[in-house]
């Protein structure tokens, strides 16, 4: 790692520019960027993280103005993009005609997803690039995002250079809202919570059910090695406990995702947590519950994808 921010930001820029992958913090999880314009480097994005090539990757821009250049905007994305950006908040719009983002970011689609992030070391980097910034959550594919420097480190290796911008903020992923047709649909959920939205523009109540609409919406994600138990209301020979609120007893391991029960503290603490507990090898993960309310309804969704089958 290079002396000083400045340094840093700048050695990453000469290496994004030249089409290699660069590891940085988001508000939400670490990044795996590479240059969004670029076929070959976006191309290793997909090799790093063992990613499938038809689950398309989040484009990472500096202002609205850049992302007019590659989306076809309309006027809900501008009423969303004044609340919530820089942020966590991801539209899926269609592809403006003569789009010079790699194919590759679409994944096929003829549209793309898309956002600024708030951290300061994103935004910094975005600007010395002048580049849109591919950019998935830097773990291999299938496992649990990254929160932290070390976390991107334990997954590649000290292959990929990665800016270390301590913890990630907010520690879910980014809300993920499909803009391209009438109906505003939420693809995945985040901090930026369906009733905060709806305050905004209207929301297709439609659930997304068991159909895919976000190609990476698998059912099993973030799966740590230990198998996950959710909802637990005891705890059972040889399991871990990650707990929330008043921790059941009787746990070897335990570590508690917000002792006074507060939601934003346990997403940002979930993935770190989920990591932690999993290294020790127990046989199970137990979970206690979490309210469905806010953001728990997205807490609840990465826990059922971390404790759903592997296929
Ligand atoms: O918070 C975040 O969004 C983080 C940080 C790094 O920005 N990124 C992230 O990327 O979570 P990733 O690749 O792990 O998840 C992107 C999700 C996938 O589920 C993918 O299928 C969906 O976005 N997606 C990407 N492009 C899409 C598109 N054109 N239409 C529908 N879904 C799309
Ligand atoms: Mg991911």
């Given at each position: ?20 992958l ?16 670029s ?15 038809f ?11 850049e ?29 403006q005609?003569?789009c ?24 910094a ?13 830097a ?6 995002s ?21 913890p990630?903020a907010?520690g ?17 959920h ?9 305050k ?26 230990a ?10 020979e ?6 929330f ?5 009787g746990a070897g391991?335990?570590l ?7 939601l934003?503290e ?7 947590m989920?990591?932690?507990?999993d ?22 969704d990465r826990l059922s994808?971390?404790?759903?089958d592997?296929?």
């Amino acid at each position: 790692m290079l002396q000083n921010e400045t340094d840093s930001i700048a050695h990453a820029g000469a290496l994004l520019r030249a089409g290699k992958l660069v590891s940085f913090p988001t508000e939400t999880v670490y990044g795996l960027g590479a240059n969004a314009l670029s076929d070959a480097a976006v191309a290793a994005i997909y090799a790093a993280k063992g990613r499938p090539t038809f689950n398309p990757l989040i484009v990472h821009v500096a202002s609205v103005e850049e992302a007019k250049k590659y989306v076809v905007w309309n006027d809900r994305a501008e009423l969303l993009a004044q609340t919530f950006w820089p942020g966590p908040l991801t539209f899926v719009l269609p592809r403006q005609r003569g789009c010079t983002l790699s194919l590759l970011v679409s994944a096929g689609m003829d549209t793309v997803a898309i956002r600024m992030p708030a951290h300061p070391l994103a935004l910094a980097l975005l600007k010395e690039t002048q580049l849109p910034l591919a950019a998935p959550s830097a773990n291999i594919s299938g496992r649990i995002s990254p929160t932290l420097a070390s976390h991107v480190v334990e997954e590649f290796g000290g292959n990929i250079m990665v800016l270390d911008g301590g913890p990630c903020a907010v520690g879910i992923e980014s809300t993920i809202i499909d803009l391209t047709t009438d109906n505003a649909i939420i693809l995945r959920h985040g901090t930026v919570i369906s009733e905060a939205l709806q305050k905004i523009i209207p929301l297709s109540q439609q659930s997304r059910g068991d159909a895919i609409l976000a190609p990476g919406m698998m059912k099993s994600h973030y799966a740590p090695n230990a198998k996950v138990r959710l909802n637990a209301t005891d705890v059972r020979e040889g399991e871990a406990l990650l707990a929330f609120g008043t921790p059941l007893a009787g746990a070897g391991q335990m570590l508690n995702l917000s002792p006074s029960a507060n939601l934003e503290e346990a997403a940002a603490n979930l993935f770190k947590m989920l990591r932690e507990l999993d290294a020790a090898n127990p046989k199970t993960i137990a979970v206690m519950p979490i309210s469905m309310k806010g953001l728990g309804v997205a807490i609840n969704d990465r826990l059922s994808r971390a404790a759903a089958d592997k296929v």
